[in-house]
């Protein structure tokens, strides 16, 4: 039986002699030792039993009839064993002793000495420990210098690979995951980002090194872990050996690290400008590992080294905004030089045009129905009408305006933009235009929607190059129960606008279609894309209040459909006929415009509506006319630019003598007042030239009403 609180030792004992080794046995008994004892007495035994292994300590006689101590000490050498050997005999001289101690005996007794035994087999028992421990930390030292040579190396070879130096960061962040991977072999090793608004991680990649894949998009709410958070914001590392039971990583347990087989965690932050970036994590599956210093350390140069590939990715981009906004500057200062000249050149032409359009339709009313005239007329007036529109667009793109939300037409505004965009697409573009029907008035700004359609028709024209193909756009009504609306927010139940434009060009996969409303992505080659259009495009539909979603396959071309709220929620319906013109009943209108057949042609469209009209071309001799007679007049029509007065000083001059007398502003002039800004001025309403009949009617109506 085994005395309680003996020392268990394992002894290998060569002897021939059963009482001696009952002997040594007992005196290891009484020196506190437990022994379980195996005695050999030949050297195929010996060599066997060194082959078991585990043995604390090896006795040997010197002599036995078919082996000896000497021999057993030779094949003891041979093994490699750094087990006490301790020679013991009865006979042998202290010459003999020295000779077997320098051939590798830790010790030498004699039988007749076994009170030296206890205290020799500590001593050898105690060196054997400590000559163990040396090793081990000496072993344990090379293999820290090796792993940390061959990190070290790996971190060189990955900072001389070309993809640091370019601008694909994705590439650059898979090849970090994978040598972190590699170097501290683990099957996963991941990088992510911090996004604050709202606040979380974002993976960027995570590379599982089995099957050597990459995943991606995985998002962490920061508020739903703030000790781990606040952890990796306080500390260079987190090196978690039990990430399941550590509390600071103890709360992705049940849903992540545990369902995954995940044991610890060593997670580097990555810092840039003292603020916590992102995070660079190594995931150990299987049995618990402790991280060494030296990994710990490594996992911090590979943080810093992420941080630095984030500053060149976040410098780049800032350099291609700074481009981007003097290539916008640029631009603007183009479209202003246009706004200059198109607003120089406005006025004359759209007097021009209101004279053309005026009498055209002026005489398109005094011939009959059937007369052959009467067709020619119509496409003069066609024709001008065209020539009003293309000034009005091109005043629209050359001039900066407040953001104003307007009820605004979105068909019309298609297919405004697309008699624009028919010059400029390719010829082996196929465009097709469906502005649809009546109803689609939406609360918006008109310019801003054309540079929506613009930019998606360039867009899809480049999808279509060089081929060529059909570009189809249309306008119509759409009504959205709860179940459609919850799929398209913001967007609540009820009758929108919807806006679709599709083409049968490349189309994209679903990478790309998840970033392609991020600033400054692209897929035209460099030089030829800012990666702004869609963004912008983006923007501009949820400043509408409304939403923008795309469908695209590659090879199966792409749709756009921007879905807009109805300015009324009412039902829409068909356009109603036209009404009769509203007339005068003998009302008195003075009509003034520096231009005297201007002045005359709307005097006579007046006149032929029922007013009783005068005619003046300088300012002077009306206001002069007008105080000759103050009641004597219901109405007066001036023009907004004239030389020595303008439309606006006559108006002032004209209250100043009456101060009820109704003043409508007419004008061909880009710099004209708004509608608020005119009443602001004492108008009644503006007008702008070239205008037809019926909105004259209508504006000296509404003027005489207000």
Not at 366 to 377: E, Q, S, T
Request: glycine share 8%; proline share 5%.
């Amino acid at each position: 039986m085994t005395a309680e609180g003996a020392e268990p030792l394992r002894v290998l004992h060569v002897e021939d002699n059963p009482d001696d080794a009952r002997l040594i046995e007992r005196s290891l008994r009484k020196g506190g030792f437990a022994p379980h004892v195996q005695r050999v007495e030949s050297a195929d035994a010996f060599q066997r039993a060194l082959h078991q292994g585990g043995w604390d300590l090896i006795l040997a006689d010197y002599n036995l009839p078919t082996f000896s101590g000497t021999a057993a000490l030779e094949l003891y050498r041979q093994s490699a064993l750094d087990t006490p050997f301790i020679l013991i005999s009865g006979t042998v001289g202290e010459d003999v002793a020295v000779e077997v101690m320098r051939a590798g005996a830790h010790d030498y007794l004699l039988k007749d000495s076994l009170d030296r035994l206890v205290p020799a087999v500590r001593r050898e028992l105690r060196e054997t420990t400590l000559r163990s421990e040396r090793r081990q930390a000496i072993e344990s030292i090379v293999r820290r210098e090796r792993w940390l040579r061959e990190a070290n190396d790996a971190l060189a070879a990955l900072v001389r690979q070309p993809v640091f130096s370019g601008d694909d960061l994705d590439t650059a962040i898979r090849a970090v995951t994978e040598t972190a991977a590699r170097v501290f072999n683990v099957g996963r090793a991941s990088i992510w980002d911090v996004i604050n608004a709202p606040p979380f991680l974002r993976c960027r990649d995570l590379y599982l090194a089995h099957g050597a894949a990459h995943e991606a998009g995985i998002r962490i709410p920061i508020g739903e872990h703030p000790a781990y958070f606040d952890a990796l914001a306080h500390n260079r590392c987190i090196a978690a050996s039990d990430a399941v039971n550590d509390p600071r990583t103890s709360n992705f347990a049940e849903g992540y690290l545990k369902p995954l087989g995940i044991s610890s965690m060593l997670d580097a932050a990555i810092v840039s400008g003292g603020r916590v970036i992102g995070v660079i994590c190594i995931e150990h599956v299987g049995p618990v590992r402790m991280w060494t210093d030296e990994e710990q350390t490594f996992a911090g140069s590979l943080a810093d080294l992420v941080a630095l590939v984030f500053e060149a990715a976040e410098r780049r981009r800032a350099e291609a905004e700074a481009r981007s906004f003097e290539g916008q500057l640029y631009q603007s200062q183009k479209l202003e030089a246009i706004g200059t000249l198109a607003g120089g050149i406005a006025h004359d032409f759209n007097n021009v045009l209101f004279a053309i359009l005026g009498h055209a339709e002026l005489a398109e009313r005094r011939v009959a129905p059937d007369d052959p005239v009467r067709h020619h007329l119509a496409q003069i007036i066609r024709a001008g009408q065209r020539a009003r529109d293309l000034v009005r667009q091109i005043l629209t793109f050359s001039r900066q305006r407040p953001q104003e939300r307007n009820p605004v037409s979105l068909s019309s505004v298609l297919t405004e933009a697309g008699q624009l965009l028919r010059a400029s697409l390719p010829a082996a573009i196929e465009m097709r235009v469906d502005g649809g029907g009546p109803g689609t008035v939406i609360l918006g700004d008109a310019s801003q929607l054309h540079q929506v359609i613009v930019n998606l028709a360039t867009n899809a024209a480049h999808a279509m190059q060089p081929r060529g193909g059909v570009l189809a756009m249309k306008c119509g009504l759409v009504q959205l129960d709860a179940a459609a609306a919850r799929a398209l927010p913001p967007l609540a139940p009820g009758w929108h606008a919807r806006l679709t434009v599709a083409d049968n060009g490349c189309g994209m996969d679903e990478q790309v279609q998840a970033r392609i409303f991020e600033p400054f992505f692209t897929t035209k080659p460099q030089g030829e894309g800012t990666g702004l259009g869609l963004s912008v495009v983006h923007g501009i539909v949820a400043a509408h209040g409304g939403h923008i979603g795309v469908q695209s396959r590659l090879g199966a071309g792409t749709t756009f459909e921007l879905t807009f709220p109805l300015a009324t929620q009412e039902e829409p319906h068909a356009a109603v006929g036209a009404a009769d013109l509203p007339r005068g009943r003998g009302e008195r209108v003075l009509c003034l415009d520096d231009e005297q057949a201007n002045a005359e042609l709307a005097a006579e469209m007046l006149t032929t509506l029922g007013y009783v009209t005068s005619v003046e071309s300088d300012p002077a001799v009306a206001i002069g006319r007008f105080r000759e007679n103050p009641q004597g007049w219901d109405l007066v029509v001036v023009d907004y630019q004239m030389p020595r007065l303008s439309g606006i000083e006559v108006c002032a001059a004209l209250h100043a003598i009456r101060r009820d007398i109704p003043v409508l502003l007419v004008t061909g002039s880009s710099g004209a007042p708004s509608d608020e800004g005119a009443v602001a001025l004492g108008f009644k309403g503006v007008l702008g030239k070239p205008f037809e009949l019926e909105a004259f009617a209508s504006a000296v109506q509404a003027a005489l009403r207000k």
